[in-house]
């Protein structure tokens, strides 16, 4: 599975942007989606998850309230928007993918796309 993430770049607080994930490859039916996020000098942190089919996304307490999850199965893409930024938002933003069968193990990374919120 190749995920290519982006729609990174620089917004002013309070602003909004829409973060796409494309997966490509081979079949992800049975895959969940995740979005991560790492900013520098931390440790890379948890945002939300989705799968291909079925239940709603899980999100981390930290963004539940300003960040979406949603997935389009025909385009093999699942976007995350992000509204309200913050300049602690700021950090490079990835996507993965981790087969269902493999629990909490993440098997695939995006390379990752910037997000930079100006104060």
């Known amino acids: 599975v190749q995920l290519q993430a982006s729609g990174g770049g620089l917004v002013e607080a309070g602003g909004s942007l829409r973060l796409s994930c494309l997966a490509s490859g081979r079949t992800v039916d049975n895959f969940r989606m995740g979005w991560f996020r790492q900013a520098p000098g931390k440790e890379r942190e948890f945002l939300g998850a989705i799968r291909w089919s079925g239940l709603s996304p899980d999100y981390a307490d930290s963004v539940k309230d300003r960040f979406t999850i949603s997935r389009d199965n025909a385009k093999n893409t699942v976007d995350l928007q992000m509204n309200s930024l913050k300049p602690e938002d700021t950090a490079l933003y990835y996507c993965?993918?981790?087969?269902?069968?493999?629990?909490?193990?993440?098997?695939?990374w995006g390379q990752g796309t910037q997000v930079t919120v100006s104060s």
């Open positions: 993965a993918a981790g087969e269902l069968l493999h629990g909490d193990f993440w098997d695939y």
